[in-house]
């Protein structure tokens, strides 16, 4: 019989192996006291092994990675059934272990009219298990295998786990969601939850994401409520709510509708139902749930960087613009490639969805953040989860939160920008932790003490100021900043020992401090070259192989490519120490998308960082004067020219 052959591949899931495995032990076992078992049977050019003879050669052996592969078998061998594979054998299957779930007790022995009769009694509106029942004029052999998987299951529950593993059609589940997505769904919206209360709910407005949502109201205990729906990831939503035992409410999408109370929304695109929808299509989706959001409600949005986050043109574009000017998006998060496994290397966005909060449109900020560079450990999750938290509770959350992630900017720069929504941010420049419960206010009162140890002429004073942040392009739209590249010519062929008039040069090795800055002749490089010469104050940068900046403070230099000069303009809000340092802490080499914050009074940053500079190339010849006398200290001694003893204090030598 069918249900006691399996595959290569089944060997390997029952074995707990990695697939190759399997055709490893098939060539090195070809022989001997315990050959591998020889193939059964052959189906469509496919090789099948008896299943006892697999495990029996897989404990004689001790081979695998499962101690329990003889009770596990069974149900490799139900799921490998290729009649599974076809869709109202899969939806019978899924339905008869629900069933088997609400009457718990066992399906044998129920012809097909008692199974229909039970499915109209638990499932009276045929919205989750009748129709799947009434499809398969046949099901016996069905509940012999529901009953099989159930048997070898931790529980039924877990039993349809392992059928929705295994046999789900591969364009659905090109758009599932895996653990990790599924992780941060959780961390974020269990404190929103949180804040909107103990009666608050859950609302999936796609109403298919059975891969999201009942575990997520199996974590916070949430009620759940769902769009209706027909298809087949409807059906098997409410299904898979119903073994987490949860009763959800259906909502009607037909016309107007809205969510009632406290509710968070939560959206997973594209849709399990419609995998392929275009741009427009979920877009609009979102359109729908934030026309209607009240002041306790919220919508997260877990969707394709493409759509969320990156360049988008057209009719897509226009939409998502006026979903921006509305001031619903309260919050922008590109986040790492690889939460939808069907889709590895597509990057993700998040979007945090609220009702206006009445700020004008001339003043109104969104929040961002682009994280797709980096690990989301626990302590990043659970930073932007606090991070979104303050975002949701507007100005007054704000004041409390030192933003591990998120940063403000002006929303119109947004719109007007026609590039990425998520200008990639700068590093922290305090110590603010990334995790929830530190404020802004902590760090600032540590600062003061240590300014007036280092910078005693100048007063602070702690503010709750917002900040804003730009790209370096849109920075030199505003004509704060200019950026200049550097001229091409060979160094090496350029003496300065001719006539002695020698410039530096800022070349890529210099900047990186690989080499000593050096000098060519005035003479020779305007021969070779129109040269480009630095300003005091211009930030010389590299961005390859790593970004690095320094400040020309004396001006007067050659710049040699692919060294580049970004100049701030006289009245800038923008400092060139300033630039230099978040330059230096980037990671990413797209200088386009480097992000520098303004600062309200530049001109007296200008001077303090004049004077740490001063300070520390005080301490810098302090430290070279320091290693000299070392050196010479030992010369002395070895050559025997001079002879330490040490002082007595107190009259008694020190030992």
């Avoid at 059934?81 to 022995?109: I, K, M, Q």
């Avoid at 709510?241 to 009632?260: D, F, H, K, Q």
């Amino acid at each position: 019989m069918s249900v006691e052959l399996v595959t290569m591949r089944d060997i390997a899931v029952l074995a707990r192996v990695a697939r190759p495995a399997v055709t490893t032990w098939r060539r090195r076992f070809r022989t001997g006291s315990s050959p591998f078992p020889a193939p059964a049977m052959h189906r469509d050019d496919q090789e099948l092994f008896s299943r006892d003879e697999v495990v029996t050669w897989l404990e004689e052996t001790e081979h695998g990675n499962n101690l329990d592969a003889r009770a596990e078998s069974r149900a490799v061998a139900v799921l490998s059934d290729p009649r599974l594979s076809e869709a109202p054998n899969f939806d019978c299957f899924s339905a008869l272990l629900v069933l088997r779930s609400l009457l718990d007790v066992p399906l044998t022995g129920l012809d097909r009219e008692d199974l229909l009769d039970a499915a109209d009694t638990l499932d009276p509106d045929h919205t989750f298990i009748f129709r799947e029942v009434e499809c398969v004029t046949n099901p016996t052999w069905l509940v012999a295998a529901a009953e099989s998987l159930v048997e070898t299951s931790w529980s039924v529950a877990d039993a349809h786990q392992r059928l929705l593993r295994a046999q789900l059609p591969v364009m659905r589940a090109r758009v599932l969601l895996g653990s990790a997505g599924n992780r941060l769904l959780q961390v974020i919206s269990a404190p929103l939850l949180r804040e909107l209360g103990a009666q608050a709910g859950l609302l999936d407005p796609t109403g298919c994401r059975f891969d999201v949502i009942p575990e997520l109201a199996k974590i916070t205990e949430a009620r759940v409520a769902v769009l209706d729906g027909d298809s087949r990831s409807h059906r098997l939503h409410r299904r898979v709510l119903r073994l987490a035992g949860v009763v959800p409410t259906v909502i009607n999408a037909e016309g107007g509708w809205s969510a009632t109370g406290p509710t968070l929304s939560v959206a997973v695109l594209p849709e399990l139902a419609h995998p392929a929808a275009d741009e427009v299509s979920q877009l609009g989706l979102v359109d729908d749930v934030a026309l209607q959001l009240t002041s306790d409600q919220a919508l997260v949005v877990l969707a394709p960087a493409a759509l969320l986050t990156d360049p988008l043109d057209g009719q897509p574009g226009t939409q998502r613009d006026q979903l921006l000017r509305s001031g619903v998006v309260r919050s922008i998060v590109r986040l790492p490639a690889g939460f939808m496994p069907g889709r590895s290397r597509e990057s993700m966005g998040l979007w945090l969805v609220t009702a206006p909060d009445g700020t004008a449109p001339a003043d109104r900020r969104t929040l961002v953040a682009d994280l797709s560079r980096r690990d989301l450990t626990p302590s990043r999750m659970e930073g932007l989860a606090m991070d979104l938290l303050a975002a949701w509770q507007g100005p007054e959350g704000a004041r409390r939160r030192a933003w591990a992630h998120l940063h403000p900017v002006h929303t119109s720069g947004l719109l007007a920008a026609d590039a990425s929504l998520v200008p990639a941010a700068p590093v922290r420049h305090h110590d603010a932790s990334e995790a929830a419960g530190v404020t802004g206010s902590d760090w600032v009162v540590r600062l003061q003490g240590r300014a007036a140890r280092h910078l005693p002429d100048f007063a602070f004073a702690i503010e709750n100021g917002t900040p804003e942040r730009l790209s370096l392009l849109q920075s030199a739209q505003r004509g704060w900043l200019r950026m200049i590249p550097g001229r091409r010519f060979a160094i090496d062929s350029l003496d300065s020992s001719s006539t002695g008039a020698g410039v530096p040069v800022w070349d890529a090795a210099a900047v990186t401090n690989l080499t000593e800055q050096r000098e060519v002749d005035r003479l020779a490089l305007h021969g070779v070259v129109d040269p480009l010469f630095t300003e005091p104050g211009d930030v010389v940068f590299v961005n390859r192989p790593r970004p690095v900046a320094v400040v020309d403070r004396l001006g007067g230099a050659a710049v040699c490519a692919p060294a580049r000069i970004v100049r701030a303009r006289p009245g800038s809000p923008l400092v060139p120490d300033a630039i230099a340092l978040r330059i230096n802490a980037e990671t990413s080499s797209d200088w386009r998308a480097w992000t520098f914050a303004t600062v309200l009074e530049p001109q007296t940053l200008r001077v303090a960082h004049a004077e740490l500079t001063a300070q520390r190339d005080r301490l810098v010849s302090e430290l070279a004067e320091l290693d000299r006398f070392t050196h010479d200290l030992t010369t002395a001694a070895e050559s025997r020219q001079l002879t330490l003893t040490l002082k007595e204090h107190h009259g008694q030598a020190d030992s």
